[in-house]
């Protein structure tokens, strides 16, 4: 914001372009998208965006609070997910220009080809979900069990 007004359009795409691209790896971090597309339409989109410059392997993209406006393209290896970064940088999807850089780390697919997967992260992910999953299900047993007090003090 520039004196209390929105950067005109041309400054956000150069901003996004300045940002630095990160650690060289073969998966894509996807911000900026917009949020009420359905997450199919995302993934496909995605995927026909990335693949008209190299190679995708796969797309994740989920709909969660904490994931929400972001995705993962895993392409074949590092050099076509930087010509990625560059050409598609600054893009507008659904109405909102991609801030794209590398991911932090590998992703699953590629760890398992590089052989450096660690099985023990599947049974953490597996247990943080069983636990959302667990909380999930107290969440709605406590509001059944409100809305069964309630009808009772009714009466």
């Known amino acids: 914001m520039i004196q209390g007004r929105e950067l005109p359009f041309q400054a956000v795409l150069e901003k996004i372009r300045g940002e630095p691209m990160g650690k060289p790896n073969a998966t894509v971090y996807v911000q900026n ?4 597309v359905k997450t199919s339409d995302l993934k496909n989109q995605l995927f026909q965006l990335f693949s008209q410059i190299g190679e995708v392997h796969e797309v994740h993209a989920k709909r969660n609070i904490k994931f929400r406006g972001q995705a993962f393209v895993v392409a074949h290896d590092e050099s076509i997910a930087e010509t990625m970064i560059k050409d598609l940088r600054g893009y507008m999807l659904f109405g909102k220009p991609l801030r794209l850089t590398f991911a932090k780390s590998d992703s699953d697919l590629i760890a398992k080809l590089k052989g450096s997967f660690d099985s023990s992260v599947l049974k953490k992910r597996k247990a943080v979900e069983q636990e959302g999953q667990r909380l999930r299900e107290l969440k709605l047993k ?6 069964v007090m309630r009808l009772r003090m009714m009466q």
Do not use: F, G, S
């Open 33 to 36: 998208l917009n949020e009420r």
């Open 142 to 147: 406590r509001k059944m069990i409100d809305k």
